[in-house]
């Protein structure tokens, strides 16, 4: 089975301060690892994706997440928050042994205060 | 523009009412899915189709029937409507480590 925690159902960070999501997965295979973005009332669009090779993954938007293997994290970051950072995160994860389908976890809301 | 088109995107529904959320995908996917999102719960896929005439339950399945009518559509059907599947739906396609296109979404009410 995989499984995805996001501690943190809810972060503040003030603008120009470090974003940090945490995300710990659960998998008995290699995964592949995402995160999404969701601003409101929108779907969910990729940030990053992790699947095989370089642990340091670059997404868009100046977001980056490095695959720990030994911590079973994906942890999602930023070195400067802007205003329109604040959005929901999803951090989701997939493995060939479970089809690929995507399991995600409960999100984390983003607010970014001026 | 390429992508994952999700028809209606507001619906309000009685109790016990019949209705079909539409999925089309241009981008020529194999895999096709249905989740729904509901508050701290993040996402839960409800069914999935692996391939042009497979479908398969995912995690939330029970209410709900799909269909695979060819590879490009994947709809969703709720034979009788309950308050407890006030959500919002989400359609999405993929193909293996690309990861997921999501639809924009259906706001669903059941009154």
């Known amino acids: 089975a995989q499984s995805v925690t996001q501690l943190g159902s809810h972060v503040s960070v003030s603008e120009g301060a470090l974003v940090l999501l945490r995300c710990n997965y659960s998998?008995?295979?290699?995964?592949?690892l995402f995160w999404y973005v969701q601003y409101p009332n929108q779907g969910l669009q990729l940030l990053l994706k992790y699947t095989t090779g370089a642990t340091l993954v670059k997404g868009i938007n100046g977001f980056e997440a490095e695959f720990k293997k030994s911590e079973t994290s994906f942890h999602l970051t930023k070195p400067s928050a802007h205003m329109s950072d604040a959005a929901e995160y999803f951090c989701?994860?997939?493995?060939?042994?479970?089809?690929?389908?995507?399991?995600f976890g409960a999100g984390t809301i983003l607010r970014v205060k001026s | 523009n390429a992508g994952v088109t999700q028809t209606p995107k507001f619906q309000v529904l009685k109790t016990g009412q019949s209705m079909t959320l539409q999925c089309a995908q241009d981008?020529?996917?194999?895999?096709m899915y249905w989740y729904r999102q509901d508050p701290g719960m993040g996402l839960r896929l409800i069914y999935y189709s692996a391939s042009e005439g497979t479908t398969d339950k995912g995690e939330v399945p029970n209410g709900y029937n799909v269909s695979r009518l060819n590879k490009r559509e994947f709809s969703l059907r709720l034979e009788s409507a309950a308050p407890s599947q006030t959500s919002v739906y989400f359609c999405a396609s993929s193909e293996t480590k690309r990861g997921y296109t999501f639809g924009s979404g259906t706001r669903l009410t059941v009154v």
């Open positions: 981008m020529n996917h194999n895999s």
């Open positions: 998998s008995s295979v290699p995964p592949y």
């Open positions: 989701a994860v997939s493995t060939m042994e479970y089809g690929n389908k995507l399991v």
